[in-house]
């Protein structure tokens, strides 16, 4: 089994940045984020292969950039010129290696954006 740990969230005003850490507790194959805002489906936010190939929803494309730290089994979100539709609670997720239809997940952290 594989623990997910998040951090990094919190308030901040419109055009403001946060960065999202979400460490795993063994290599993990492809990592990435959803959201989700009360109401809404999660959304697919992004997500970075074990080489670093990234994709990105259109809504976050050009202000957030997705990286991992492979020694560190963590996957960052850098999330720039914040908007008050950012506001959700972000999930990580990662896949086995082994197992590639297994998925895990961290426990959410909240983004509010607000002024």
């Known amino acids: 089994q594989v623990q997910l740990v998040e951090s990094g969230g919190g308030l901040v005003q419109p055009g403001g940045s946060l960065r999202l850490s979400c460490a795993a507790s063994r290599s993990v194959s492809t990592m990435g984020w959803y959201r989700q805002a009360p109401g809404k489906e999660r959304e697919l936010v992004a997500t970075i292969t074990s080489t670093g190939s990234t994709n990105y929803a259109d809504s976050v494309k050009d202000r957030f950039t997705i990286s991992r730290d492979n020694n560190k089994n963590t996957v960052y979100l850098q999330m720039n010129s914040l908007k008050p539709e950012d506001t959700a609670v972000y999930f990580c997720?990662?896949?086995?290696?082994?197992?590639?239809?297994?998925?895990?997940w961290g426990q959410g952290t909240q983004v509010t954006v607000s002024s």
């Open positions: 997720y990662a896949r086995s290696i082994i197992l590639t239809t297994r998925r895990y």
